[in-house]
């Protein structure tokens, strides 16, 4: 027994009704939360130098680019930290950092960058260079990564800043244990590299374009399948059209 004919005006609005909810499927696939979640933390450094304690506070971000299964983080520094009372020549400074690893993992990762390129006039603060080091995951799930503390090697001294108002982690990062299991100890440590300070290049020592981990990977992914869920929709009112149409033949 075939039912009720259904009007043509009704049946617009069924049709408008199904295309709207294959939209807000699509953008709620899109909004879902990222992968990846990186903050400007503002750090108060304590710093030792050979001349007395000194303290500085100074923004930094922490960026990370994936490298097969390790990331490449890079630590930058919005503004100067500690001072000399002498002018540094070019190249007569060299900074050095630890990052804290925290959250499902834990252990250090230790970053290092290239010398200053130009002369820091005495009395001056301090711009440290990109510091940059690789992170490769122990174990699985949500990692954060910490400032820790700033080494600054210079005319045969050392000064040592360590971060004193407890900041927050600069990057957040979920990530998967090689293997899969993370079941391995903790307490890892990553030893780091010079670099050139390139947060954001997307490429390494090894070579070759690598994939920014972070937001963007996220979105990407997401887009997609978001993508995909509207065209389902879309087939399905097309259907109903067709079914529509027939019936009514």
């Known amino acids: 027994m075939r039912g009720r004919p259904v009007s043509y005006r009704t049946y617009q609005k069924r049709t408008a009704a199904l295309a709207f909810a294959a939209a807000l499927a699509g953008s709620a696939v899109l909004t879902a ?3 990846a979640r990186a903050d400007v933390v503002d750090v108060n450094y304590q710093c030792k130098t050979p001349i007395g304690d000194k ?3 100074s923004p930094i971000d922490i960026k990370s680019v994936r490298s097969g299964s390790a990331y490449r983080l890079t630590m930058s520094w919005q503004k100067g930290v500690s001072s000399s009372p002498v002018e540094l020549g070019k190249g007569a400074m060299s900074p050095s950092a630890v990052i804290k690893v925290g959250g499902a993992d834990s252990g250090t990762v230790a970053v290092s960058g290239p010398a200053n390129a130009a002369a820091i006039p005495a009395n001056t603060p301090i711009k440290i260079s990109d510091l940059s080091g690789t992170y490769t995951p122990r174990k699985s799930g949500k990692v954060t ?3 820790g503390v700033l080494t600054i090697k210079a005319l045969g001294t050392t000064t040592t800043c360590t971060p004193s108002n407890n900041p927050g982690p600069s990057l957040t990062l979920d990530v998967t244990a090689a293997g899969g299991s993370g079941s391995s100890t903790s307490g890892s440590s990553t030893s780091g590299s010079s ?6 290049s997307g490429s390494s020592g090894s070579g070759g374009s690598l994939p920014q981990t972070g937001p963007e990977d996220s979105v990407i ?5 978001g ?6 929709g879309a087939a399905g009112v097309l259907w109903l ?3 529509h149409q027939a019936v009514r033949r």
């Open 33 to 35: 939360a990222p992968a």
């Open 55 to 57: 303290s500085a506070v």
């Open 221 to 225: 992914a997401l887009g997609t399948l």
């Open 145 to 147: 990564f910490t400032a």
């Open 241 to 243: 059209t067709r079914r």
């Open 227 to 232: 993508g995909t869920v509207l065209l389902a």
């Open 195 to 200: 670099s050139s300070g390139s947060s954001t």
